[in-house]
Every structure is written in structure tokens, then in C-alpha cells.
Nanobody, 117 residues
């Protein structure tokens, strides 16, 4: 089992940058694929980015390609989401998730990102 804690969310101006972090508990972090999702008010939770166990493979939603970068530090049990050129429509609660080798999914509690226009 893994517990996830997001940090780094805050108010940022449109066009600005922000880095979210997600710290995971446990000793088997490298055995989890990691991802970021987001949910804006009145909308469904949507996929943002994902990264494979070792970090070699990444995948992004079309809406964030070229602006967001997901990365991980397995030694620090942390996954990051570097966000740049932020738009008001990027404002949402951002959730970190972990998927085990058996397909079990874990979620963080979420963190608010606000983008002012």
C-alpha cells in the first residue's frame, strides 16, 4: 500500500510556472506507475500526465503537451509535475495517483492550483 501527499499548489498568474510534488510512502515506489489528474469545479476528473516505473516513458493529455513535464525521483519517492505557460483553464484540484503492478490504484488528497487571468 502507498500513501500520496501532494504539495506545491498555489495562486499563480496566467503565463506563470508552478511545480507540484507528490511524495509517496513505502519502500516500493519504483514499482508504481505514477500520474497526475485534475478536476475543475463542475467537471469530471481528467488525465493530465503519467510516467512509467523507471521514468523512461511519459504520456500527456493534449491540452498540456509542450507546457507540462512529469518526472520522478525514485530515490526520493517523489513525482513532480512542472507546469509552465499556465492558463486560467489549468486551474483545478490536482491529484497524484499511483498504479501498482497488480493494477491497484491509489490517490492523493489533491491540491488546489489557481490561475489568475
Amino acid at each position: 500500500q502507498v500513501q500520496l501527499v501532494e504539495s506545491g499548489g498555489r495562486l499563480v498568474q496566467a503565463g506563470g510556472s508552478l511545480r507540484l510534488s507528490c511524495a509517496a510512502s513505502g519502500r516500493t515506489f519504483s514499482s508504481y506507475a505514477m500520474g497526475w489528474f485534475r478536476q475543475a469545479p463542475g467537471k469530471q476528473r481528467e488525465f493530465v500526465a503519467a510516467i512509467s516505473y523507471g521514468g523512461a516513458n511519459t504520456h500527456y493529455a493534449d491540452s498540456v503537451k509542450g507546457r507540462f513535464t512529469i518526472s520522478r525521483d525514485n530515490a526520493m519517492n517523489t513525482v513532480y509535475l512542472q507546469m509552465s505557460s499556465l492558463k486560467p483553464e489549468d486551474a483545478a484540484v490536482y491529484y497524484c495517483n499511483a498504479v501498482s503492478l497488480l493494477g491497484v490504484i491509489y490517490w492523493g488528497q489533491g491540491i488546489q492550483v489557481t490561475v489568475s487571468s
